[in-house]
């Protein structure tokens, strides 16, 4: 397998993620260090699918360790979800004379090249790349650490007009699924409360949390919501309940949205995503397939793309105990 490998593609797939302009040129300079032609592929599957391709070398990738976003575009594709998709697909990487690809995104990415892979046995490789860091196998996936150091300062600055005003917000964080960049920037940022789709705490008890706040002395307060929570409908619900059962509060509802998935990269999320670009691009010359490149422990691993995707990761039980205790 290894001699075989002579060109590997590289794409972004699925939401975009800071750090995924690292991964890109780590993938781009280790093919050029290994003498090994590197060809970007834009707009993920729908790009492969339509031929979309531009070779690219160590000069390609200057300075855009620094940048968010991806300069390879990302895409959503519906007919790669079919197998004539991905036939097509196949026949391009083939007629560009790809003999193996890079894949940095997140569950359906994954997917999508797992079943690429069965389906024309053809190697491929990820690379982590979502905010929400909800993939097993990885204590780390790429972009999360940035998007939690977003929050932070996002909601820093929320708590200054919340204090100048004695107001309460409700501060809305992605995470429909898993709660990690709530819990983690709700400790680091000392919000009142943390609300996450792992835990339905009630909406009795959040009144009653507001009320020990509200008793101790504090004049405003700062709730943390991942979007998937289920102790009410959505954030404005949680407002409407809130101004209703405790109209001592005045209360503001600000959603962070897609600023989250933005930005420049932290030094974290550079020196991972370069450490796992050469990873990736190493494993595929050594012969290896349908894996995903990970870290644990600090030290990178390889794990079955179908046990990572399999499930989303747990929440940290620690962390959650913690938190409770710091907003006593």
Request: glycine fraction near 10%.
């Amino acid at each position: 397998m290894a001699s075989e490998i002579k060109k590997i593609g590289v794409f972004t797939s699925g939401g975009d993620s800071p750090g995924m302009n690292a991964a890109i040129r780590s993938v781009v300079r280790t093919c050029a260090y290994l003498k090994i032609e590197c060809v970007g592929i834009y707009r993920g599957y729908q790009g492969m699918i339509e031929g979309d391709f531009k070779t690219l070398d160590a000069r390609s990738v200057n300075n855009i360790i620094n940048k968010g976003g991806t300069i390879l575009k990302s895409a959503r594709c519906e007919e790669f979800r079919t197998k004539q998709g991905r036939q097509k697909a196949y026949d391009q990487l083939i007629k560009e004379g790809i003999d193996a690809f890079v894949v940095i995104g997140g569950n359906g990415s994954f997917h999508g090249a797992m079943l690429f892979h069965e389906e024309f046995n053809f190697p491929v490789m990820g690379i982590p790349g979502t905010i929400d860091n909800d993939i097993l196998g990885t204590s780390y996936t790429l972009g999360y650490d940035t998007a939690i150091n977003t929050v932070v300062e996002a909601v820093d600055k929320i708590r200054d007009t919340a204090s100048s005003h004695n107001r309460l917000f409700f501060v809305e964080v992605m995470g429909r699924d898993v709660g990690h960049i709530a819990l983690n920037a709700g400790v680091g940022a000392g919000a009142e409360e943390i609300l996450i789709p792992e835990q339905n705490l009630g909406l009795e008890r959040l009144l009653e949390s507001l009320k020990r706040s509200k008793a101790s002395g504090k004049s405003s307060s700062i709730v943390i919501v991942a979007e998937g929570d289920r102790t009410g409908k959505n954030v404005f619900e949680l407002k409407e309940y809130v101004e209703q059962h405790l109209p001592i509060y005045d209360v503001r509802v600000s959603v962070l949205g897609h600023m989250q998935r933005g930005g420049n990269p932290t030094c974290y999320d550079r020196v991972l995503a370069s450490r796992m670009g050469v990873k990736a691009v190493e494993s595929l010359l050594e012969g290896k397939s349908n894996y995903m490149v990970g870290i644990r422990d600090t030290k990178l691993v390889l794990t079955p793309i179908a046990d990572a995707i399999k499930a989303h990761t747990e929440i940290d039980e620690e962390l959650l105990r913690v938190s409770d205790i710091m907003t006593t």
